[in-house]
Structures are given as C-alpha cells and as structure tokens.
C-alpha cells in the first residue's frame, strides 16, 4: 500500500471510526435499527453504520 493510502487509512481508524461509533452507541438502539433515515437506500443509522464500516474496511 502507497504512503498516502496508509496515511488516509490511519486517519479513517483514528478519528472517523471512533466518531462514527461514539454517535450510534448515542443513539436509542430501537430508532437505530428502526427509524429510516435515508428514503432513498430504505437505509436506518444500523445499515449506514454498517456500510460505513464495510467501506473502511474495503479502502485499498
């Protein structure tokens, strides 16, 4: 893997990680795998956390 591509990596596990558990964990757990909030995707705060993640963990 490329210097910058690790370097970005780094930056997604540091700081985009973290931020994106801490603000579902503050979320009601029935709204988080419940509520729609994306119309669009049908998607809830569950499926994007979720494919957030998959993104990361896809990063070349």
């Known amino acids: 893997m490329p210097e ?12 985009r990680i ?3 558990i801490s603000d579902y ?3 009601d757990p029935n709204y988080a795998k419940n509520a729609i909030i994306n119309s ?3 998607s809830t705060s569950y499926i ?3 494919s957030q993640l998959q993104s990361i963990s896809d990063f070349p």
């Open 25 to 27: 964990l503050s979320l």
């Open 48 to 50: 994007m956390v979720l």
């Open 18 to 20: 973290l931020e994106l």
């Open 40 to 42: 669009d995707k049908a």
């Open 4 to 15: 910058s591509q690790f370097f970005t990596l780094n930056k997604l596990i540091e700081t």
